[in-house]
């Protein structure tokens, strides 16, 4: 008796990505939708040897890198991204599909991101690249000439990173929190404080908005 191998055709590929950096997101969770009757049905034979443990805990995982899920009596595919923000689907039927992209297990720190109508036809993979849009900040450091300041100090309220100031007075940060408004309270949250030899240190507030790189330019004065 001759054993054959069997080879399995990746349906579904593409990479994960953080919006405004163009850095590769590990651990995103990729979420494929059911579109037409024919992947609904695909799914429903897959799900039958586990109905049991289904209901019981709505997920069930059909191998190291695919979960089947049931979310309001409707089945998914989920898989997530790896070290390098690849992902993947293999032997899918025929037909149109969505995805949802997001990173649950990082709060408000990004977006989400959905994509519609990707066609899967034939042995060709289809290639969905997605990015994912970060809540962060950035702007500009500069003197009280309007001159830029290299190597300004950027902290924000509650997260250790700091970042720092470019030749021009650019800085960035993203994956940040969202604060909760305080009605007790009118100033705006996180605060973020910056710092610069020779210069005194300024603090300003800001609203971040989920999966919103929000501008914030600030203006120190010589010591």
Excluded: C
Excluded at 153 to 172: H, L
Excluded at 183 to 191: D, F, K, M, N, T
Aim: charged share 15%; no cysteine; aromatic share 6%.
């Amino acid at each position: 008796m001759k054993l054959q191998s069997t080879q399995h055709q990746v349906a579904i590929a593409g990479i994960v990505s953080d919006a405004e950096t163009g850095d590769l997101i590990s651990g995103a969770k990729v979420k494929l939708g059911h579109v037409s009757e024919a992947f609904n049905h695909w799914l429903v034979l897959k799900a039958l040897p586990f109905a049991d443990a289904l209901n019981r805990d709505g997920r069930i995982q059909l191998n190291p890198t695919l979960t089947l899920v049931q979310e309001q009596n409707a089945l998914f595919l989920v898989t997530y991204t790896a070290l390098d923000g690849h992902y993947y689907f293999i032997d899918l039927p025929d037909g149109i599909y969505s995805l949802q992209v997001a990173l649950p297990h990082l709060g408000t720190r990004y977006g989400t991101r959905q994509v519609e109508n990707l066609n899967v036809a034939g042995a060709e993979a289809t290639i969905a690249n997605l990015s994912l849009p970060p809540t962060g900040i950035k702007g500009r450091i500069l003197d009280s000439d309007q001159n830029p300041i290299v190597m300004a100090k950027v902290q924000v309220e509650g997260n250790p990173v700091a970042v720092f100031s470019d030749r021009n007075g650019d800085y960035e940060l993203t994956g940040l929190e969202v604060w909760q408004r305080d009605l007790a309270s009118q100033s705006a949250r996180p605060g973020v404080t910056v710092s610069a030899q020779g210069y005194q240190s300024a603090t300003s507030g800001v609203w971040l908005s989920v999966g919103e790189m929000k501008s914030l330019d600030l203006t120190l004065t010589r010591k």
